[in-house]
Antibody
Framework: EVQLVESGGGLVQPGGSLRLSCATSGLTFSNYRMHWVRQAPGKGLVWVSWINGDGTNINYADSVKGRFTISRDNAKNTLYLQMNSLRAEDTAMYYC?????????WGQGTLVTVSS | QSALTQPRSVSGSPGQSVSISCTGTSSDVGGYNYVSWYQQHTGKAPKLMIYDVSERPSGVPDRFSGSKSGNTASLTISGLQAEDEADYYCCSYAGSHMVFGEGTKLTVL
């Protein structure tokens, strides 16, 4: 059974940093492109970033470019999102998802709240 | 990276059919056959319902179907059931990024 479990969310002040993790099991992690998707409270889904299987192809949404860094550790089957210079508008549930012609598997999300 | 355009809400009675449109541009929906659709119930993670415009993952009922014409993709749900009431999002590959639709709330009357 494929499982994705996000962690690392919490309350952080504007300008602060957080590192999200997405631990996976039940899949050959290194074979898949992985994504982060976020959802502000009461709002829609927004794509944040992707990273391909070996980490050589990475892309970001314009809204997070230069502030967020996606990475992966294939030996640990884990995806990461380093978030710096956080703003109030980054407040959201952050989901990781596995890409196989569509985002077939999603975690349950981890909540990030940016507030003073 | 503008969101794809979806109707804010649609509704239908049990047993009826409804369609949800998703309009983008030639740089996303119109340029690639990589449109997917997601169902999200309140407080839950999204669930993939359609990928590659019209393919259904295993376990998704064949009441759900997808299509595309030009820059507009559509999700059709036939034989509406109460459990279909949820938010639906389209998503398209766009070369260097992905883009989601604004979301549509489906109400089963």
């Amino acid at each position: 059974e494929v499982q994705l479990v996000e962690s690392g969310g919490g309350l952080v002040q504007p300008g602060g940093s957080l590192r999200l993790s997405c631990a996976t099991s039940g899949l050959t992690f290194s074979n898949y492109r992985m994504h982060w998707v976020r959802q502000a409270p009461g709002k829609g889904l927004v794509w944040v970033s992707w990273i391909n299987g070996d980490g050589t192809n990475i892309n970001y949404a314009d809204s997070v470019k230069g502030r967020f860094t996606i990475s992966r550790d294939n030996a640990k089957n884990t995806l990461y999102l380093q978030m710096n210079s956080l703003r109030a508008e980054d407040t959201a549930m952050y989901y990781c998802a596995r890409d196989t012609a569509g985002l077939h598997y999603w975690g349950q999300g981890t909540l990030v709240t940016v507030s003073s | 990276q503008s969101a794809l355009t979806q109707p804010r809400s649609v509704s239908g009675s049990p047993g009826q059919s409804v369609s949800i449109s998703c309009t983008g541009t030639s740089s996303d929906v119109g340029g690639y056959n990589y449109v997917s659709w997601y169902q999200q119930h309140t407080g839950k993670a999204p669930k993939l319902m359609i990928y590659d415009v019209s393919e259904r993952p295993s376990g998704v009922p064949d009441r759900f179907s997808g299509s595309k014409s030009g820059n507009t993709a559509s999700l059709t749900i036939s034989g509406l059931q109460a459990e279909d009431e949820a938010d639906y999002y389209c998503c398209s590959y766009a070369g260097s990024h992905m883009v989601f639709g604004e979301g549509t709330k489906l109400t089963v009357l």
